[in-house]
């Protein structure tokens, strides 16, 4: 079994910082992208960050400049540094990580994270 847990999230006014956390446990031989997506009531799904095992990041343009993702190998954990916050930006906030939990798995499954709230107030 894999658990994603998530911590982070709140209230915060406008032009306020918050970090992020997803720490993977379990089950788990390697990891391979880790990300953070968003949801608004009534809205698909929105990719706001990925991380690959080699550092390299995405992020959503809305976001850019504003954002930083970032993960701890060692802990299986990615962070989101979320700096300037916009009300836009308030959703709720859902961690994924793409893993193997054996060496014979060729590939990759999505876990995903109970979602964090962040509400940004004007």
């Known amino acids: 079994q894999v658990q994603l847990v998530e911590s982070g999230g709140g209230l915060v006014q406008a032009g306020g910082s918050l970090r992020l956390s997803c720490a993977a446990s379990?089950?788990?031989?390697?990891?391979?992208?880790m990300g953070w997506y968003r949801q608004v009531p009534g809205n698909q799904r929105e990719l706001v960050a990925a991380?690959?095992?080699?550092?390299?990041?995405n992020c959503a343009d809305s976001v850019k400049g504003r954002f930083t993702i970032s993960r701890d190998n060692a802990k299986n954990t990615v962070y989101l540094q979320m700096n300037s916050l916009k009300p836009e930006d308030t959703a709720v906030y859902y961690c994924?990580?793409?893993?193997?939990?054996?060496?014979?798995?060729?590939?990759?499954?999505?876990?995903w994270g109970q979602g964090t709230q962040v509400t940004v107030s004007s």
């Open positions: 991380i690959t095992s080699g550092g390299n990041t």
């Open positions: 379990g089950s788990i031989f390697s990891i391979n992208v």
């Open positions: 994924y990580v793409d893993l193997r939990v054996a060496v014979w798995q060729s590939n990759v499954v999505r876990y």
